[in-house]
């Protein structure tokens, strides 16, 4: 058993790093992790542990949404510190046995990694003690497509995951990209989004009038207008 002066001390990656590499065996073979899906936004998610009910959920939710993921550029990418004899046992449980919220038959085609040695988890700071020494915690890492980490969300054990927020941040982000603007506290596809100030700002009034009115400005570091989000990819 490993002592704490023995534990391989990792620095957790942070937004704007690059996305650290690894190889490994999933459910869908090999990878070689992120040069694979070079050119696509990846979601790496972790969770605690096969055969658990709010992972389960959480699988089965994933899984039946892939396809909104794919058509966003979005591949997903999971990962525990289960085995692989596990992982195939687990989602072929799910595929046959569970039917759950309308769902049923659920197929995960995703890969699945298996990390019994832990050495993925770490490196990507999803095990986190004061939570549990032994399983990961459910970590989601949002990756763009030049393999660049751009957010990181951790939820603990014992809560599910929302994958409408999954998808509205990698939406806002792919738009923020794009379009170059931010966007606003519940921003929702479709609402007005933050236009950054200009190098010389004026008044809100002043900023209103250069749009013809297409800006709302609440002051002048604080402007809105609509936008409508094409092909983001
Ligand atoms: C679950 O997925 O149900 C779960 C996993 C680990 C701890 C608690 C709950």
């Known amino acids: 058993m490993e002592t704490m002066l023995e534990q391989k001390v990792v620095a957790m990656p942070r937004i704007g790093d690059k996305a650290p590499e690894f190889k490994a065996v999933t459910t ?8 694979d899906y070079k050119g696509k936004w990846i979601i790496l998610f972790s969770h605690p542990a096969d055969f658990t009910p709010v992972c389960t959920t959480e699988f089965m939710t994933f899984a039946s949404r892939e ?12 990962l525990s510190v289960d085995g692989l004899f596990s992982h195939i046992a687990w989602l072929r449980t799910i595929k046959d046995k569970i039917e759950y919220k309308g769902m049923k038959n659920i ?5 699945l990694i298996e990390d019994i040695t832990m050495d993925v988890a770490r490196k990507y700071g999803m095990i986190q003690p004061g939570e549990s020494n032994t399983k990961a915690v459910r970590a989601v890492f949002f990756i763009d497509p030049k393999g660049i980490i751009r957010a990181i969300i951790y939820y603990p ?5 929302n994958f409408d927020e999954l998808k509205r941040a990698l939406i806002a982000m792919q738009a923020a990209d794009k379009y170059s603007i931010a966007t606003p506290a519940d921003w929702k596809p479709g609402e007005d989004v933050i236009v950054p100030p200009a190098g010389s700002c004026g008044t809100a009034k002043e900023r209103m009038e250069q749009t013809n009115g297409e800006m709302k400005c609440y002051d002048w570091f604080f402007c809105t207008k609509p936008l409508v989000l094409q092909d983001l990819n």
């Open 157 to 161: 054990l014992s809560t599910g995951r």
């Open 107 to 111: 197929e995960v085609k995703f890969p």
């Open 28 to 35: 869908q073979g090999e990878i070689h992790f992120p040069i």
């Open 67 to 78: 396809e909104e993921f794919r058509k966003l550029n979005c591949q997903l990418v999971g």
